[in-house]
């Protein structure tokens, strides 16, 4: 079993100094501070309580190195991990996506190693980006939906029954366009929104369930531009996240999340810019858009949730955590009932906080004593919460690359 790690629980603590500010949307939708109380001192470093760790999975094994991608929940409650695998004895050393398929249990259903095309249009052959990764989407009959970037910005979509048979694969735009996609929102209809960057401006598109494109949408600020999360909304629009800024290999530099709200037909019905990195996105059960950021320009971390109504209007703001060292983004699910939990890596160690629909913290969990890593991906299902992340494993030969999913309950 994992070490439990840290939990502090209870109170409205909206910061490190365990103070709330809950604010309410005003006619231009500035933050009117509403509240500012102390947290109760019980809420301050309690051990473990509330939070249990049901089970770990590693997944990955021998030469190869794997680095987690995304994931998704399958029609029976399965978890689907998708990952690119460093074949490095290959001559040159080439990479393969690989999905696990794991149970409730724990138990690993399969794996499946996807085909690629031999060649692409112009006859050169392909290999997988390990910076650009692969998006999986679980459709309602079990059939899988996969956005695979290859090599030099090649986005392609592959199609699997429930059973892991290819059904189709097929390259999205042409091969003289750079393009790389951060992730697919699925749509009422079937189709989906792909969103991403062609080299530095915003890239979205919408494509069908055959692969083929609906629409197609640049948009440049003038900057370093990203579109890196969204969501659909009840209306039938869209919430899109980007990051725009001026950036170094770490991802580091001056920064602004730009919150932008879309029709159904992609046209732009409000946005908001905030200062910071790294924005991800989810509906709540509550009706709202919580916004997980870091507004820090450095290698720190200085993680906040906002959240907003339909209309973006602010409802809330909080700070969660405030950190030094840290390079690891923040993901955020929805709870069943209400409010979200956020997670990522505080010193690059697992860091978890539920918060309700207002903004308040309901608990922290930060597992002090696990694995580090930068790639979290928080997944929430029922009244479960899963956590899937790349971690090195000591093996055969030395340590090596593989992918963990841990399951937590809370009590």
């Given at each position: 079993?994992?070490?439990?790690g ?7 603590a ?7 500010t ?12 509403l509240?500012?109380e102390?947290?109760?001192?019980s809420a ?7 939070l249990?760790?049901?089970w ?6 021998g ?9 998704a ?5 399965e ?17 393969h ?14 794996t ?9 249009g112009?006859?050169q052959?392909?290999?997988v980006?390990?910076?650009e ?8 009959n079990g059939?899988?939906?996969?956005a695979?970037g290859f ?10 029954d429930r ?15 750079r393009?790389t996609?951060k ?17 530095l ?12 494109v609906?629409?197609?949408n ?10 890196v999360?969204?969501?659909s909304?009840d209306?039938g ?8 800024g ?12 730009w ?11 409000r ?29 720190d971390?200085?993680?906040?949730v906002?959240?907003?109504?339909r ?5 809330s703001?909080?700070r969660v955590?405030?950190?030094?060292q840290?390079?690891s983004?923040?993901?955020?699910g929805?709870?069943?009932?209400s ?7 505080k ?11 207002n903004?308040n ?7 002090e ?9 928080l ?10 992340s790349s ?12 992918v963990?999913?841990v399951?937590?309950s809370?009590e």
């Amino acid at each position: 079993m994992l070490p439990a790690g840290v939990l502090l629980s209870g109170g409205c603590a909206a910061d490190e100094s365990g103070r709330s500010t809950q604010v309410s949307p005003t006619r231009d939708g500035a933050p009117v501070a509403l509240s500012s109380e102390p947290a109760p001192e019980s809420a301050k470093g309690v051990v473990a309580r509330g939070l249990r760790v049901v089970w770990e999975r590693e997944c990955g094994a021998g030469e190869y190195w794997y680095t987690l991608s995304s994931v998704a929940v399958g029609v029976e409650g399965e978890i689907v991990m998708a990952a690119i695998a460093l074949d490095s004895q290959a001559s040159p050393p080439e990479n393969h996506v690989l999905l696990w398929r794991i149970d409730k249990t724990g138990t690993v259903i399969d794996t499946l190693k996807i085909a690629k095309p031999a060649v692409d249009g112009r006859g050169q052959a392909l290999d997988v980006s390990l910076s650009e990764g692969v998006q999986v989407q679980v459709l309602p009959n079990g059939e899988m939906v996969l956005a695979i970037g290859f090599v030099e910005g090649r986005p392609w979509l592959v199609r699997l029954d429930r059973h892991g048979r290819q059904l189709m694969s097929k390259e999205l735009l042409g091969p003289d366009r750079r393009v790389t996609i951060k992730k697919m929102v699925p749509r009422s209809n079937g189709h989906f929104v792909l969103l991403g960057h062609e080299r530095l401006d915003t890239f979205a598109m919408e494509v069908d369930a055959l692969g083929n494109v609906v629409w197609e949408n640049i948009r440049d600020r003038g900057e370093m531009d990203f579109a890196v999360d969204g969501v659909s909304t009840d209306d039938g629009g869209f919430v899109v996240i980007e990051n725009s800024g001026q950036y170094n290999m770490l991802g580091v530099g001056p920064s602004s999340v730009w919150v932008s709200k879309y029709d159904a037909r992609w046209a732009l019905q409000r946005e908001l810019r905030l200062e910071g990195r790294h924005g991800r996105v989810t509906n709540t059960p509550g009706g709202r858009i919580a916004l997980v950021y870091n507004r820090s320009t450095s290698v720190d971390q200085d993680i906040y949730v906002e959240t907003f109504d339909r209309s973006l209007e602010r409802v809330s703001q909080t700070r969660v955590l405030q950190s030094q060292q840290g390079l690891s983004p923040f993901s955020v699910g929805s709870c069943p009932g209400s409010g979200c939990i956020v997670g990522g890596g505080k010193h690059d160690k697992l860091f978890l906080c539920r918060m309700d629909d207002n903004g308040n913290v309901v608990w922290r969990f930060w597992g002090e004593q696990m694995p580090q890593s930068i790639d979290y991906e928080l997944l929430l299902e029922g009244d479960n919460i899963f956590v899937a992340s790349s971690v090195f494993a000591k093996g055969e030969g030395g340590y090596h690359k593989v992918v963990k999913l841990v399951k937590f309950s809370e009590e």
